[in-house]
């Protein structure tokens, strides 16, 4: 089950524990369903309180990203621990993602 909240026209979906293999494709196809396919297209990831995350994982993240842009939309990464920041920029994936260390850097620069 996805815990959610809304703010400044973004649904902001907070992360627990792991997104890996276990867990990642039934994340996806929730925040598909329950978000994407009823047009909230500007979905943050809350990683604040997420602790691991494998390929599969970061699959899911890149698959969302580019879902969201797809329809017309914008996928953001805050709160991101430094451990899992060197795995994104180790993959690359800094560089194609939207990656922010806190909430504040996502909602006070206007980005949307």
Known sequence: MLKVNEENGWSIVHMQDELDMSNSNQFKEEVIRVLIENGKTHVALDFSSLEYIDSSGLGTVVSLHKRCKMNG????????????????????????????????????????
């Open 73 to 112: 939309g914008k996928l953001v990464i805050f709160g991101i621990s430094q451990t899992l920041l060197k795995l994104f920029k180790l993959t690359s994936l800094d560089k194609a993602l939207n990656l922010y260390e806190h909430k504040e850097a996502v909602f006070g620069s206007g980005k949307q």
